[in-house]
């Protein structure tokens, strides 16, 4: 009975940066862990990161390590993906997900609408 709702995609040129919020809205939420998944035109929904709700661990997809960042605040009900040198190849639609502690898309049950981010050449 909760919804998430992504925000913060658009347009950047290589090299530059991008923070995704994804609120969470609901009476409850028993997922411990808060996922980020992206889809580029013709290819599978890829593992970008995840955080869990609690402690705060996260692991984070080899293609984005060192350049992406996954944080939450549990006050504000938020998770956000901070992308920082930004790459055409990280051009496609950036959803939140909802779940359990899985870096598999196939584990989630409840997800955003997505968001798009586009990077320029």
């Known amino acids: 009975q909760f919804q998430l709702l992504e925000s913060g995609g658009g347009l950047v040129q290589a090299g530059g940066s991008l923070r995704l919020s994804c609120g969470v809205s609901?009476?409850?939420?028993?997922?411990?862990?808060m996922g980020w998944f992206r889809q580029a035109p013709g290819k599978e929904r890829e593992f970008v990161a995840i955080?869990?709700?609690?402690?705060?661990?996260?692991i984070h997809a080899d293609p984005v390590k060192g350049r992406f960042s996954i944080s939450r605040d549990n006050a504000k009900s938020t998770v956000y993906l901070q992308m920082n040198g930004l790459r055409p190849e990280d051009t496609a639609v950036y959803y939140c997900?909802?779940?359990?502690?899985?870096?598999?898309?196939?584990?989630?049950?409840?997800w955003g609408q997505g968001t798009q981010v586009t990077v320029s050449t």
């Open positions: 609901g009476r409850t939420f028993s997922s411990n862990t």
């Open positions: 955080i869990h709700w609690s402690s705060g661990a996260t």
């Open positions: 997900a909802a779940g359990p502690w899985s870096t598999r898309d196939e584990a989630y049950d409840y």
